[in-house]
Every structure is written in C-alpha cells, then in structure tokens.
C-alpha cells in the first residue's frame, strides 16, 4: 500500500513540474522560443584585437531559420552585422565609387576577414520569427586596421589618382640626407606611396642648378615648383635629418649618435602644409657613420609612420569632402548667364560638392569647386557634360588646382538659346 501511494506521488510531482513549464513568449513581432536565450552571448571582446584607433558603429545582420537551426541562424546574424559594421567604417575612407571599382580586392583582403577587425561588440536588440533572426550591434571596429590594410592594397593611395613624392630632406650641410630618406621611401613603401627615383632627382637637381638649401628661404615654392614640373611629383617632403655624436659606450669601442629631424610634407601646386613631424633618438655603431646612420634610420620609421597616417587622415577627408579646385571660366559676360552656368554645375557634375561663386571681372569669372576626384576628373566631367549644360565648352589649361575653360552658350538654328 505503501509503495502505491509513494508511486503516486512521484507520478503527480512529474506531472505538476512538466505541467508548469512555460511556454514559448509571443508577440505580434517576433517569437522567442522557450528558453532559446539561455546561454546566447549578448558582449563579445576579441581576444586577438591588434589595437589601434578604434570607432563605434550600429549595424544591422539578419540570417534566415532553416534546417540548421536557431542558434546557427542567430550567429550568421551577427556575422551579418558585423560585415556591415566594417563596410560603413571602410566606406567613411572612401568614395562610394572606389569602393565600387574595388569591390572585389576590398571583399577578398578586408570583408573576407571581418571578425579580424571588430574590438568588441554588444548586442543592442535581438527578434526571432519563423524564418528569420535580426540581430542590432553596436560593434568597436579597428579603423587603423582597416586603413593600413587599405594602403597596403594602393586602394587609399588610387583615391588620390596615386599622387608621385619627391623627398628633399637635407642634413647639416645642405646635401640629401640619405640614410634617412631612403629608409623613409622603403618605409613608406610597404604602405603603397610612390615615390621618384633617387636618380632621377639628383640629375634634375644637377641640370637645373637647385641647391636645396634655399628650401627654407623665400625661393622655396618655386624650387619645389621647378623639381615637380621637372619630376612629375605632386608632393614633396622637406625639411632636416641631422645626427650628431653623443657620447662613447664605456668599456666598449661603440660610439653612440642622436638624430634630429623636423620635416613637412607640403603640396608642390601651393604649398599647403599636409602634415609635419620631429623625432629625436639614439642610435650606436662601431664607427660614426654605422651610429649616425642607425639613428637616422630609427627615426625615418618613427616619422614615416607618422606622416603617413597624417596623409592618409586628410585625404580621406578629401574623399568624403571634396578636394577644392580653381575654376577660372572665360565667356560668361554677364550675371544671369554666370548663375546659369553654376547652377548647371550643381545639376549635372557627379562628386560636386560645393560650388563657391567668386564673382566675375569682365568675361572672366572664377568659381571655388569642391569635388571628389582629381582636377583631371572634374576637367573631363566638365566637357562631357558641356552639351547637356547647354554650353560649347573648350578645356584651355588645368593642373592639380586649376582648370581654365571657355564657354559659349548654344544657339539654335533660329538664333534662340537652347536653354535644356
């Protein structure tokens, strides 16, 4: 009798505990199945993060529900997310058109390799329906990761219609600095900067008498001026490299340098600063030359990785900002033609971003343009668009500031403007 009654009561234990268990949560959006978030990873760091700046995107991921389950569907959500958080922070670098034209470098070198480049991220809002997990993260991507990889592809670098570097860093005495410029050049290399042959320059400097020491002085734009003509280069970097003795190593027959640096790299069409850098640092040799030239090499690493990453960061303002050119445009005589013009600018160029009207003398008006691309871009988009403009349009001059064009509105035959 005994051992009926404990029977039943096991029996009706099991009963009532199967008897409370919840069932699956429902709302009009989504479906959470019983206990399907019991043990789901809501904050992830990587524990392989190589460091670096970093930046916080919202990125949306969704996968579909199928044989594979709930648990897997979810993690390829998130996968999901995770791509889109690195495609925004590639596409804050560059153009939407790069990113178009490489697409399929940038997905095999950089999409490919996703979780490589996320810090951490959390999970801000999760929803499960029948056939499909969304997933909301707030993802600390590496952007110094993504930047670097950029460069090493020449993908950043092609942004800029690969821009040619001539480097004139002196020592003490007014001649290349060698052992510091070329270990700058082998370092900047690796990152995708192109340089001109050191040669190359030295024969030019030759042929066109140029004594770099009056870099520092009032010649100084029109020697950078005179070398890019002659070299083809766009961007030059200036400034000293000297090392100079410190002190013996006791005891040994080693001798030890110290290198003082103070360089900038300016554009050759108008010589605006685009970054600047100074470094000191030892370096210890069995003669003066090996010490000197250690140190100048130490710090041709230091300082390249610095103005590298000052380069990179303008021109990718660049790229999201628009580069600012000079328009200079002959044959718009008179104030309502010149509004017509600049407004069919705004209409029909891709990649402007700001038209600064600049006023006119005479038939000469001079237009401040903001555009995405190279002066040869805007220069080529310009007379392609000439007709649906409205315009003949006659490209004189450009360089890497300015463009110089005549106009003449089109008339028809019967001696009306073909206003479009």
Partial sequence: MLKKIAVSLILFSLAFIFGCKSTPKTDSNFTIGDGADIGFVKDWSNPEFEGGKTTDIVADGLAMVDARGIVEARDRSIEDAKRKAVEQAVGTMMSSEKVIENNRLIKSEIYSKTSGYIASYKIIDERQTDKSYYVKISANVGVDMIEDNLMAMGVLID??????????????????????????????????????????????????????????????????????????????????????????????????????????????????????????????????????????????????????????????????????????????????????????????????KQVYNRGFVGDTSKFMIKYIGSSRDLAVDINNKASDMGFIIDIKTFDDKTITITVEPIVSESGQRDII
């Fill in 159 to 352: 942004t800029m219609n690969l821009p040619l570097i001539v480097v004139l860093v002196t020592d003490e005495y007014g001649n290349i600095s060698d052992s510091f410029n070329v270990a700058l050049e082998r370092h900047m290399s690796l990152k995708g900067f192109q340089f001109v042959d050191n040669e190359t320059l030295k024969d030019v400097l030759a042929k066109e008498k140029i004594k770099l020491e009056e870099l520092a002085g009032s010649k100084s734009v029109e020697i950078m001026s005179k070398i890019g003509l002659s070299t083809g280069a766009q961007v030059a970097v200036i400034g000293k490299a000297d090392a100079n003795f410190f002190k013996k190593i006791e005891g040994t027959a080693m001798k030890s340098y110290r290198s003082n640096v103070a360089i900038r790299v300016v554009s050759i069409a108008d010589a605006r600063t685009i970054a600047q850098s100074t470094h000191q640092v030892g370096g210890i040799g069995g003669s003066d030359e090996d010490a000197a030239a250690i140190a100048l090499q130490k710090s041709a690493d230091s300082v390249g990785k610095d103005i590298s990453k000052q380069i990179t960061d303008k021109w990718q303002d660049i790229v999201q900002q628009g580069y600012e050119y000079s328009l200079l445009i002959v044959g718009l005589d008179d104030f309502n033609l010149q509004i017509e013009f600049e407004n069919k600018l705004k209409e029909h160029i891709a990649g402007l």
